[in-house]
Nanobody, 118 residues
Framework: QVQLVESGGGLVQPGGSLRLSCAAS????????MNWYRQAPGKERELVAG????????YFADSVKGRFTISRDNAKNTVYLQMNSLKPEDTAVYYC???????????WGQGTQVTVSS
């Protein structure tokens, strides 16, 4: 059974930092591109950051470039999203996503709430 379990969300003040983690099980983690998406109330889900299965290439949405970093530890089957200089507009549910390379297989986590507010 495939599971993606996110953790690390919470309430943080503007300018603060959070680190999200996504632990995967039931998949060969090193064969999956890993992504973080987010969905704010009333808005569509959007891709925030991604990292290739080897970790040698990353992608960031323009709205988070320079503030967020993504990394992975294939030995721990875990992907991370380090979020710095958080803004109220970063408030959303953040979802971990796994895309199997060269296939249509994809899996989602349940999401973790991030709230940026003073």
């Amino acid at each position: 059974q495939v599971q993606l379990v996110e953790s690390g969300g919470g309430l943080v003040q503007p300018g603060g930092s959070l680190r999200l983690s996504c632990a995967a099980s039931g998949i060969t983690f090193s064969r999956y591109i890993m992504n973080w998406y987010r969905q704010a109330p009333g808005k569509e889900r959007e891709l925030v950051a991604g990292i290739t299965h080897t970790g040698d290439s990353t992608y960031f949405a323009d709205s988070v470039k320079g503030r967020f970093t993504i990394s992975r530890d294939n030995a721990k089957n875990t992907v991370y999203l380090q979020m710095n200089s958080l803004k109220p507009e970063d408030t959303a549910v953040y979802y971990c996503n796994a895309d199997r390379v060269a296939t249509s297989l994809r899996y989602w986590g349940q999401g973790t709430q991030v709230t940026v507010s003073s």
